[in-house]
């Protein structure tokens, strides 16, 4: 059984997407209950007919022919595995009752539509993609993203970067129903939805951000809202994580090595574990 959260109305939906950015330290009062308000439409935790987060697809983005963005010598495929690889291990070995389901395990070019069709074949309950980051070389720190309006360029400049991997598929314009990645009309129109996963997008990615920043130590440019075609397609709540800047030296040094990638995965295994068990009411 799977639970899907609607939205109350579509002009909270335009507000909040219309946001275009969720910052952890700034949530206002009336956010905070409408998280509460959706706590109490999960079953009580004594129900038989209780909800179950049964299974989690991880994306490690880019790969492949595409390899992303890049360092001096790390490359976001890579990087991006690496912590994937490690997040799946400690969900694997903590919590054996989640099936944990891979878009890719090694170094291989998938497309961004299958990626999505992956977690939808699998009845996936939670999709969580981990990306890297490039800008200035000032540029530093976590994003957690959920599907919505943009609010910037900056943060539509995030997304067209993303998207823009569709350009190496073959026949993109009708995989992707005549999507244009370079323009900013066409982010416009599907950055809507996902509607009904929004709340839990939303709540998870608070969670993501606040032990990345708190457990991890790493500093965080906050939870915002763009359009990604990766988390357009997919029908579960869905986040993507930008792990940090491969184009600021020190930020592709920390990034580049294992020991960081498994500390990152730990904070991202942390929050899921507390997502898991609000929803399931433990």
């Not at 109350?8 to 998280?35: N, V, Y």
């Not at 961004?112 to 996936?124: P, S, V």
């Amino acid at each position: 059984m799977r639970i899907i959260v609607i939205l109350a109305s579509a002009a909270f939906l335009l507000l909040g997407a219309a946001s275009g950015e969720w910052k952890a330290k700034a949530q206002t009062t009336a956010d905070s209950t409408r998280i509460a308000a959706d706590s109490a439409l999960l079953p009580d935790a004594n129900s038989p007919y209780r909800y179950r987060l049964r299974t989690v697809v991880l994306d490690a983005g880019h790969g492949g022919k595409d390899r992303g963005c890049a360092g001096a010598s790390a490359r976001e495929a890579d990087v991006a595995l690496g912590i994937i690889l490690a997040l799946g291990k400690q969900i694997e070995e903590n919590l054996p009752d989640v099936k944990v389901v891979y878009t890719r395990k090694t170094n291989v070019f998938v497309e961004l539509d299958e990626r999505a069709a992956i977690a939808n074949r699998n009845h996936a309950d939670l999709f969580i993609s981990v990306h890297c980051n490039a800008g200035p070389s000032a540029g530093h720190g976590t994003e957690v993203w959920t599907m919505g309006l943009h609010k910037t360029t900056a943060n539509l400049g995030v997304a067209q970067r993303e998207n823009s991997v569709i350009l190496q598929e073959k026949n993109y314009q009708t995989r992707y129903n005549g999507f244009d990645p370079n323009s900013p009309q066409s982010h416009i129109m599907f950055s809507l939805f996902q509607s009904a996963y929004i709340t839990n997008s939303l709540r998870f990615a608070q969670r993501v951000e606040r032990q990345l920043r708190t457990s991890v130590k790493r500093p965080s440019r906050g939870v915002k809202q763009a359009g990604f075609i990766v988390l357009w397609k997919s029908t579960m709540p869905s986040v993507l994580i930008e792990a940090g800047f491969l184009t600021n030296p020190t930020e592709e040094r920390y990034l580049n090595d294992k020991a960081n990638q498994s500390y990152m995965a730990a904070g991202i295994y942390r929050a899921f574990r507390e997502y898991k068990r609000e929803l399931e009411g433990g």
